[in-house]
């Protein structure tokens, strides 16, 4: 992947509980069999059924084999026909239960789908005038700021162009909340809009989260009950639910992961209620083939053909030749044919849906479990929903550069940072971590993170082969690079991660000299020795974690604040006792109690304490 990040770190993770257990074989695998997968009434579409048997073994049987999954579901509909709909694996591998047809999975952010339909829904019962209203004329528990003078639009909220920050503090406590959401829960939790609403789309869980709060304010029904009145129950989807037990409930499945370590259950981390409208459905097969059937048309007293193309208009993007953004659902162009699909990711399960109202045809594919609580790219759905397509449109082949490139690479030459991070809170510290680097390669191509790009069109560039699915496609534009799900934005000096984190460490080990203190004389050594005691702390609890295997990120989703309360209590120890070293320095020397160079060093250690304080405050730990 020639732009390496977490884009979508789950809406909801939670500190990795390590349990063991007794090494115990995965439940026997079901034979995947050809006559599980229907030869069609209709007989007229492309898809034959030794294609589709071809595509379960590679996507289901493989990574199940291979334990890179647990369990897993494969849901393909045709031409109103329902090809395949089948779970597979262990409900719990470690017990050697075997999976059921109502064992249930999380579809994560596949959620956003129908929060989107929500939406739509109550603008066909006449609740909600249009997509462009302001969502403040809706919203009576909570009011979305307007920083920018422009307020926040509904069709803003569900194309992730609403300006959000992306923080992910208490995500996923596990405990429950009130339903629906206090006025102070909401105002507590709810992020900041940080940049102009519709400048950019950059995916945030939010801007739906904020829907599902509309939803509840405009239909005086929790979130849960209308799309179970308005959505599940009209389809006739009985084992599907809006998740809102922090146990799961019986029907969901446990997935299991396996690493050098054994075999383990990941945390049993479930959204709280006020992130339901963004991740935490849960679902059986062939209740995703009834969704599937009335996504793409099928089921008009329940989605209607107008309900459908409101859905599939494009609301945002950030290029026009990328994918676009419409209300829960993103399009992007296969061959010719538009294909709508939504991932999903969430501690334990990996999801993915697409579907070609053009072709009549679609696919749902759900893994559990793997090598770790996100799994592997070996069990990747998204490359599986993909692959799944391209049997449909064609394989799609990479752009032809341009014979001459018009565009000037030299003037794009600069480090970029995201926008999918958090800002205004402590979380931000992870923001700065990390930034894409843009350079010239000594053959005069663009290269981005090291890798070669050609220009494919006027500001368009197309990275090297990605495996089985086709090369990034990266667009410029005034100071900032164009992805199809977030946007990067170009950084110079402190604000750049590669100058900030270099200067930060510099300064963190000069304070952490400070300790030298101890062996010293006079009352500025307390001094000295307090801020080189908090730099190591720090360097501990804060810095050291990015550089290894443990994501600290995790206990933030997880609501557990301590890393982040140690950093301002060393923040607060640096400014105050950076100026009291810097004056009993002073005093010690005219006291005649340290000599020249411990005068220096002191003045030295105090001075990098104030510049840590000054790092700390503008990423939020004093405040």
């Given at each position: 992947?020639?732009?390496?990040?977490?884009?979508?770190?789950?809406?909801?993770?939670?500190?990795?509980?390590?349990?063991?257990?007794?090494?115990?074989?995965?439940?026997?695998?079901?034979?995947?069999?050809?006559?599980?997968?229907?030869?069609?009434?209709?007989?007229?579409?492309?898809?034959?059924?030794?294609?589709?048997?071809?595509?379960v073994?590679?996507?289901?049987?493989?990574?199940?084999?291979?334990?890179?999954?647990?369990?897993?579901?494969?849901?393909?509909?045709?031409?109103?026909d329902?090809?395949?709909?089948?779970?597979?694996?262990?409900?719990?591998?470690?017990?050697?239960?075997p999976?059921?047809?109502?064992?249930?999975?999380?579809?994560?952010?596949?959620?956003?789908?129908?929060?989107g339909?929500?939406?739509?829904?109550?603008?066909?019962?006449?609740?909600?005038?249009?997509?462009?209203?302001?969502?403040?004329?809706?919203?009576?528990?909570?009011?979305?700021?307007?920083?920018?003078?422009?307020?926040?639009?509904?069709?803003?909220?569900?194309?992730?162009?609403?300006g959000?920050?992306?923080?992910?503090?208490?995500?996923?406590?596990?405990?429950?909340?009130?339903?629906?959401?206090?006025?102070?829960?909401?105002?507590?939790?709810?992020?900041?809009?940080?940049?102009?609403?519709?400048?950019?789309?950059?995916?945030?869980?939010?801007?739906?989260?904020?829907?599902?709060?509309?939803?509840?304010?405009?239909?005086?029904?929790?979130?849960a009950?209308?799309?179970?009145?308005?959505?599940?129950?009209p389809?006739?989807?009985?084992?599907?639910?809006?998740?809102?037990?922090?146990?799961?409930?019986?029907?969901?499945?446990?997935?299991?992961?396996?690493?050098?370590?054994?075999?383990?259950?990941?945390?049993?981390?479930?959204?709280?209620?006020?992130?339901?409208?963004?991740?935490?459905?849960?679902?059986?097969?062939?209740?995703?083939?009834?969704?599937?059937?009335?996504?793409?048309?099928?089921?008009?007293?329940?989605?209607?053909?107008?309900?459908?193309?409101?859905?599939?208009?494009?609301?945002?993007?950030?290029?026009?030749?990328?994918?676009?953004?419409g209300?829960?659902?993103?399009?992007?162009?296969?061959?010719?044919?538009?294909?709508?699909?939504?991932?999903?990711?969430?501690?334990?399960?990996?999801?993915?849906?697409?579907?070609?109202?053009?072709?009549?045809?679609?696919?749902?594919?759900?893994?559990?479990?793997?090598?770790?609580?996100?799994?592997?790219?070996?069990?990747?759905?998204?490359i599986?929903?993909?692959?799944?397509?391209?049997?449909?449109?064609?394989?799609?082949?990479?752009?032809?550069?341009?014979?001459?490139?018009?565009?000037?690479?030299?003037?794009?030459?600069?480090d970029?940072?995201g926008?999918?991070?958090?800002?205004?809170?402590r979380?931000?510290?992870?923001?700065?971590?990390?930034?894409?680097?843009?350079?010239?390669?000594?053959?005069?191509?663009?290269?981005?993170?090291?890798?070669?790009?050609?220009?494919v069109?006027?500001?368009?560039?197309?990275?090297?082969?990605?495996?089985?699915?086709?090369?990034?496609?990266?667009?410029?534009?005034?100071?900032?690079?164009?992805?199809?799900?977030?946007?990067?934005?170009?950084?110079?000096?402190?604000?750049?991660?590669?100058?900030?984190?270099?200067?930060?460490?510099?300064?963190?080990?000069?304070?952490?000299?400070?300790?030298?203190?101890?062996?010293?004389?006079?009352?500025?050594?307390?001094?000295?020795?307090?801020?080189?005691?908090?730099a190591?702390?720090?360097?501990?609890?804060?810095?050291?974690?990015?550089?290894?295997?443990?994501?600290?990120?995790?206990?933030?989703?997880?609501?557990?604040?301590?890393?982040?309360?140690?950093?301002?209590?060393?923040?607060?120890?640096?400014?105050?006792?950076?100026?009291?070293?810097?004056?009993?320095?002073?005093?010690?020397?005219?006291?005649?109690?340290?000599?020249?160079?411990?005068?220096?060093?002191?003045?030295?250690?105090?001075?990098?304490?104030?510049?840590?304080?000054?790092?700390a405050?503008?990423?939020?730990?004093?405040?």
């Amino acid at each position: 992947m020639p732009v390496t990040r977490n884009l979508f770190l789950p809406l909801v993770s939670a500190v990795l509980l390590w349990i063991g257990f007794s090494t115990s074989a995965l439940a026997a695998e079901p034979e995947l069999e050809d006559s599980r997968i229907s030869d069609g009434a209709n007989g007229d579409g492309p898809l034959r059924a030794e294609d589709i048997a071809q595509w379960v073994e590679e996507r289901i049987a493989r990574p199940l084999d291979e334990r890179n999954a647990s369990a897993a579901m494969a849901v393909i509909v045709e031409d109103g026909d329902v090809r395949l709909a089948q779970q597979y694996g262990a409900r719990d591998a470690i017990k050697g239960e075997p999976i059921g047809p109502d064992d249930q999975f999380i579809i994560a952010s596949v959620t956003k789908t129908f929060t989107g339909l929500a939406i739509l829904k109550l603008i066909e019962e006449g609740k909600i005038a249009a997509l462009d209203d302001p969502a403040n004329r809706y919203l009576e528990r909570w009011k979305i700021p307007a920083p920018y003078g422009d307020e926040v639009t509904i069709g803003q909220l569900a194309a992730h162009n609403a300006g959000f920050e992306g923080p992910g503090f208490g995500s996923a406590t596990g405990t429950q909340k009130n339903v629906p959401a206090s006025p102070q829960f909401l105002n507590r939790m709810m992020p900041t809009v940080v940049r102009r609403p519709g400048r950019d789309v950059s995916y945030a869980n939010y801007g739906i989260v904020a829907l599902g709060i509309l939803i509840e304010d405009v239909s005086g029904m929790t979130y849960a009950d209308y799309v179970r009145t308005r959505l599940l129950e009209p389809l006739g989807m009985d084992n599907t639910i809006v998740n809102y037990d922090p146990t799961g409930g019986p029907a969901l499945l446990h997935p299991v992961i396996w690493d050098e370590d054994g075999e383990r259950y990941p945390p049993r981390v479930i959204n709280d209620p006020y992130n339901g409208p963004a991740g935490s459905i849960q679902t059986t097969a062939n209740d995703m083939a009834t969704y599937l059937q009335a996504l793409l048309g099928h089921r008009p007293d329940v989605l209607s053909p107008e309900l459908l193309a409101a859905q599939r208009a494009p609301l945002a993007t950030n290029d026009v030749r990328l994918e676009e953004a419409g209300p829960g659902v993103f399009a992007t162009n296969f061959n010719g044919t538009k294909v709508y699909a939504h991932g999903g990711l969430f501690v334990g399960f990996r999801t993915s849906l697409a579907w070609a109202p053009d072709k009549d045809v679609g696919v749902f594919i759900a893994y559990a479990g793997g090598t770790d609580a996100f799994g592997s790219t070996d069990s990747n759905p998204g490359i599986a929903t993909d692959v799944f397509m391209e049997l449909v449109t064609g394989k799609r082949q990479p752009l032809k550069p341009l014979a001459k490139p018009l565009t000037d690479v030299q003037s794009l030459v600069g480090d970029y940072q995201g926008a999918l991070r958090a800002i205004t809170t402590r979380e931000a510290i992870y923001g700065m971590t990390r930034a894409t680097k843009v350079r010239v390669g000594d053959d005069g191509r663009l290269t981005i993170n090291g890798d070669p790009y050609d220009e494919v069109a006027p500001g368009l560039f197309q990275g090297p082969p990605r495996g089985e699915r086709p090369p990034w496609l990266i667009s410029f534009q005034e100071g900032r690079m164009n992805f199809t799900k977030f946007v990067d934005y170009k950084v110079e000096g402190l604000a750049n991660p590669n100058v900030f984190m270099p200067t930060a460490l510099a300064l963190l080990a000069l304070a952490a000299t400070g300790l030298a203190g101890l062996v010293g004389r006079g009352p500025s050594r307390w001094a000295s020795t307090g801020i080189g005691l908090a730099a190591i702390v720090v360097a501990a609890v804060l810095v050291w974690p990015l550089y290894t295997d443990f994501n600290p990120t995790f206990e933030l989703f997880a609501g557990s604040t301590w890393r982040w309360d140690i950093g301002s209590v060393a923040a607060w120890i640096w400014l105050i006792a950076g100026f009291f070293g810097l004056g009993l320095s002073v005093v010690d020397r005219r006291r005649g109690s340290i000599g020249s160079l411990a005068l220096v060093h002191r003045l030295l250690v105090s001075v990098a304490a104030l510049g840590l304080a000054w790092f700390a405050a503008g990423l939020n730990f004093l405040w």
